[in-house]
């Protein structure tokens, strides 16, 4: 179900089943594109969902050219999150587009979708202590909503025990949910990278989800943790601690 056609990756992680038979409660978590300055109707939708907490995951210059003072003036508060610098300490992933223009792009994913899990890991401390507080929704968005907010979304379903199978299901739901404009930035900057048209493949690779996208990242986690319950012991969060979070969000 679409909240609002401006913002078309806007959504609830309500009503994804856990193992027990509880479902996560309904709009307590949202994940997005960004939302910069909602007019009229769009506005009026977005006040109406009580958000209170955002994160956003872009970098300095995403969010300086769409920024969130729209929020600011609603009163939430906002945890900037510089995961592009983060992903860009562990390699140079525009190295394979650049050397492949037309099939390059899915090998820059998948290196992209490897480093998140480290980048994320020293966020999530403050995600989860926000959501855990109960004090309103929590908004996490980047700029398609579907690459760094789809990693994060998948850690916290993870964290209270969410089956990997439905995790995927969610995540694979923005690849329904495209928004235009998003589309259109991203042909513009591979036009700008590589000096000329970018391929439909390439542009198809970066604006599109793949399951293999995130099993890159679980990958990396249970090669460097041995098993999710480690990566997020180390975030702080161990298998105690994240019965906090399970109580607030599932029902």
């Not at 300490?89 to 480093?115: C, F, I, K, Q, S």
């Not at 850690?155 to 209270?160: E, G, R, S, V």
């Not at 298998?239 to 399970?246: K, P, S």
Request: hydrophobic content about 45%.
């Amino acid at each position: 179900m679409m909240i609002c056609e401006a913002f078309p990756n806007l959504r609830s992680i309500g009503g994804i089943r856990a193992p027990d038979g509880r479902v996560v409660r309904e709009g307590l978590v949202y994940r997005s594109e960004a939302l910069p300055a909602p007019r009229g109707e769009d506005a009026a939708i977005l006040a109406a969902l009580g958000i209170g907490a955002l994160f956003d995951l872009r970098g300095p210059g995403e969010r300086d050219a769409a920024p969130n003072d729209w929020w600011r003036a609603q009163g939430a508060s906002i945890e900037a999150i510089d995961l592009v610098a983060d992903v860009r300490h562990a390699g140079d992933h525009w190295r394979a587009l650049v050397e492949d223009p037309d099939e390059g792009g899915r090998a820059m994913m998948l290196a992209t979708y490897a480093a998140l899990p480290l980048a994320v890991l020293p966020h999530l401390d403050r995600l989860f202590t926000t959501v855990a507080a109960g004090r309103g929704a929590t908004l996490v968005h980047c700029s398609a909503g579907k690459d760094r907010t789809g990693v994060v979304i998948a850690l916290l379903l993870a964290a209270i025990g969410i089956e990997h199978g439905e995790i995927v299901a969610d995540y694979l739901e923005s690849g329904r949910r495209r928004n235009p404009r998003v589309v259109g930035f991203t042909r513009d900057l591979l036009a700008a990278r590589l000096g000329a048209p970018p391929s439909d493949r390439a542009v198809e690779a970066l604006t599109g989800v793949d399951a293999q996208y995130l099993d890159a990242s679980f990958a990396v986690i249970r090669d460097r943790y041995g098993a999710i319950d480690s990566y997020l012991a180390a975030a702080g969060w161990d298998c105690g601690r994240r019965e906090t979070l399970r109580a607030v969000l599932l029902a």
